[in-house]
């Protein structure tokens, strides 16, 4: 796979689901109505997210790529421990897993701001932002797949908006109880 199309998969994974995940925190905690509570929460939420996708990318891409390594050492006949292969391998493996941790912490950013930054309509903003967000990472993953952008986009921020609805109304339901 094309190494632009490799770190713009990690850019959309990380972005994704730093967003959508943090979305869900923002929209649980601000049933509090505590807006530093609604911050603290998420901001912890982002970091370990963050953390989480970064080893998570960096173990399981680690074995992949080591593992290819180890396929390729067999017809060779020959180790590749200490050659510039393996530390090209090893430098992608840091480069892709520090792009997914970066993606997912900027991305989870996204739904806190407003909570931040504004005195009202707080939970609405983060919704508004957080599609519009997912829209535009659409039409970047359209354009780098050399694909139809406006259908990415709306797919994108689609998906986002139905899962947005479905925790907000999930904790709407839980407030009735």
């Given at each position: 796979?094309?190494?632009?199309?490799?770190?713009?998969?990690y850019?959309?994974?990380?972005?994704?689901?730093?967003?959508?995940?943090?979305?869900?925190?923002?929209?649980?905690?601000s049933?509090?109505?505590?807006?530093?509570?609604?911050?603290?929460?998420?901001?912890?939420?982002?970091?370990?997210?963050?953390?989480?996708?970064?080893?998570?990318?960096?173990?399981?891409?680690?074995?992949?790529?080591?593992?290819?390594?180890?396929?390729?050492?067999?017809?060779?006949?020959?180790?590749?421990?200490n050659?510039?292969?393996?530390?090209?391998?090893k430098?992608?493996?840091?480069?892709?897993?520090?792009?997914?941790?970066?993606?997912?912490?900027v991305?989870?950013?996204?739904?806190?701001?407003?909570?931040?930054?504004?005195?009202?309509?707080?939970?609405?903003?983060?919704?508004?932002?957080?599609?519009?967000?997912l829209?535009?990472?659409?039409?970047?993953?359209g354009?780098?797949?050399?694909?139809?952008?406006?259908?990415?986009?709306?797919?994108m921020?689609?998906?986002?908006?139905v899962?947005?609805?479905?925790?907000?109304?999930?904790?709407?339901?839980?407030?009735?109880?």
């Open positions: 796979m094309d190494d632009k199309i490799e770190c713009s998969k850019i959309i994974l990380g972005s994704t689901s730093g967003i959508l995940a943090i979305l869900g925190v923002v929209t649980g905690a049933v509090s109505g505590d807006t530093t509570l609604v911050i603290n929460t998420a901001l912890a939420g982002a970091v370990a997210l963050a953390l989480a996708n970064g080893i998570g990318s960096f173990v399981t891409l680690g074995d992949i790529e080591l593992g290819k390594l180890t396929l390729l050492e067999k017809p060779l006949m020959r180790s590749l421990d050659t510039k292969i393996e530390q090209l391998t430098k992608k493996i840091w480069a892709h897993s520090l792009i997914h941790t970066a993606a997912c912490f991305g989870s950013m996204l739904p806190i701001l407003p909570f931040m930054l504004l005195d009202s309509q707080q939970l609405e903003v983060s919704m508004g932002l957080s599609i519009a967000s829209a535009v990472l659409g039409v970047y993953w354009r780098i797949m050399q694909q139809n952008i406006l259908l990415h986009s709306i797919r921020a689609g998906l986002g908006g899962i947005a609805m479905a925790v907000n109304l999930l904790f709407r339901y839980i407030q009735m109880v």
